[in-house]
């Protein structure tokens, strides 16, 4: 893969992957480019309103991923695409995949819809690379024991986290030109290796 500038992170709550976000921006400002590192829901002035009500009301699953797309405009609008304009690497922790996984996968939103908001909001827009952090369900569960206090995902029972991560591999296999799994139920050092390996070969 050649000039990858858009770059994406998911997994299911309890993952990992944000431990991660500092060192792939370190390998890739390494390589003399601007990186933009961001998050959804959220990532304008907005979205992180809107992240306020996602992460903490209850409401329809519908509204809920419309309120995503609606965050994602935005988000689009005037963060990614003008980064993505001027060359720089764009790092988001979420994106897309997560509507396919949470609403779709495990709440059950069908996906045509969820397709048809994307067609809408981006366009041709997609990640060069998006990196899976993958872990199975129990692990998610018992790391998630030990955070914060939870958001209204991560209060989900482990059959909305099974739904989840199945939702994710099946988007890992229908798009593997831009998808890496990273089993991330390793250890710290040794899921840094894999996520510094895939960045050489940018
Ligand atoms: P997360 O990325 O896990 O942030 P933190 O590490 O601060 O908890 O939290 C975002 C939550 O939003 C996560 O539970 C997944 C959910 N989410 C969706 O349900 N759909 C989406 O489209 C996105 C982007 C996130």
Do not use: C
Request: hydrophobic share 45%.
């Amino acid at each position: 893969m050649t000039m990858a500038k858009f770059i994406t992170l998911e997994g299911m709550d309890g993952a990992g992957k944000s431990t991660h976000i500092p060192t792939i921006i370190a390998a890739l400002q390494a390589r003399g480019r601007e990186v933009v590192s961001t998050r959804e829901p959220g990532g304008t002035v907005l979205g992180e309103k809107l992240r306020e009500l996602l992460l903490h009301e209850d409401m329809h699953a519908e509204t809920e991923t419309l309120l995503m797309f609606a965050a994602r405009r935005e988000h689009i609008a005037t963060v990614i695409a003008p980064a993505l304009a001027r060359g720089a690497y764009v790092l988001s922790d979420r994106f897309t995949d997560a509507t396919y996984a949470y609403q779709s996968g495990a709440k059950g939103v069908s996906a045509a819809k969820v397709e048809l908001l994307e067609q809408w909001v981006q366009a041709e827009l997609q990640p060069d690379l998006t990196l899976l952090f993958d872990v199975p369900v129990e692990v998610s569960i018992q790391r998630l024991a030990g955070a914060r206090s939870p958001d209204k995902f991560e209060r989900e029972d482990a059959a909305f986290f099974t739904r989840i991560r199945q939702a994710y591999l099946l988007r890992a296999q229908q798009n593997p030109a831009r998808f890496r799994v990273i089993d991330a139920s390793r250890t710290l050092e040794e899921v840094k290796k894999s996520v510094e390996e895939i960045l050489s070969t940018l």
